[in-house]
T-cell receptor, first 111, second 114 residues
Framework: AQSVTQLGSHVSVSEGALVLLRCNYS??????LFWYVQYPNQGLQLLLK??????LVKGINGFEAEFKKSETSFHLTKPSAHMSDAAEYFC?????????FGAGTILRVKS | DAGITQSPRYKITETGRQVTLMCHQT?????MFWYRQDLGHGLRLIYY???????DKGEVPDGYVVSRSKTENFPLTLESATRSQTSVYFC?????????????FGQGTRLTVV
């Protein structure tokens, strides 16, 4: 069965600093991996997805993630944090006709 | 309007009552899903549906019932609500089941069981 583990339930960065949100996956087959973002009182929206076409995936709002099979990781990064990036971020893996989510990481951006 | 909508957005109910959460999508997506979101657990799948009249259990199905008589609707019923079912519920839809395509989420229903 597929699963994901997000390291760190809360991450705090200063505005302009690098954002790094960690995700490790477990999958018995080549995975499809996703990052979703949830702003307060809203549903989830897709940031980016990995579908084996390229290991470095670029998403919306300047985010990107790199698929590393040897490390079973799919970490999310952004070079320079903006106040509007404050939200909760979810890593997810697909399999058996459904998405399996991690526990989420709340990103706080300090001015 | 095109999209996926959930109703109600907020609901307070008493222990033991039956309550139904509604989900409607306008894209004719084949797959629909119900998740619950709880602090520390992320989103956990309750039930999903591959097409009309086809449903299957997810990770935490106990105490919930679903139906899908029409492609566009996927209601979730709590037969006898318990306090442990206090949560935020999200409905989602996807065109394909292998999910290398995007899943679209509703705004969520915040349910409180007192």
């Amino acid at each position: 069965a597929q699963s994901v583990t997000q390291l760190g339930s809360h991450v705090s960065v200063s505005e302009g600093a690098l954002v790094l949100l960690r995700c490790n996956y477990s999958s018995s087959v080549p995975p499809y991996l996703f990052w979703y973002v949830q702003y307060p009182n809203q549903g989830l929206q897709l940031l980016l997805k990995y579908t084996s076409a390229a290991t470095l995936v670029k998403g919306i709002n300047g985010f990107e993630a790199e698929f590393k099979k040897s490390e079973t990781s799919f970490h999310l990064t952004k070079p320079s944090a903006h106040m509007s990036d404050a939200a909760e971020y979810f890593c997810a893996v697909s399999g058996e006709n459904k998405l399996v989510f991690g526990a989420g990481t709340i990103l706080r951006v300090k001015s | 309007d095109a999209g996926i909508t959930q109703s109600p957005r907020y609901k307070i109910t008493e222990t033991g009552r039956q309550v139904t959460l509604m989900c409607h999508q306008t894209w004719s997506h084949s797959y629909m899903f119900w998740y619950r979101q709880d602090l520390g657990h992320g989103l956990r799948l309750i039930y999903y549906s591959a097409a009309a009249d086809i449903t299957d259990k997810g990770e935490v199905p106990d105490g919930y019932v679903v139906s899908r008589s029409k492609t566009e609707n996927f209601p979730l019923t709590l037969e006898s609500a318990t306090r442990s079912q206090t949560s935020v519920y999200f409905c989602a839809s996807s065109e394909y089941g292998d999910l290398n395509t995007e899943a679209f989420f509703g705004q969520g229903t915040r349910l409180t069981v007192v």
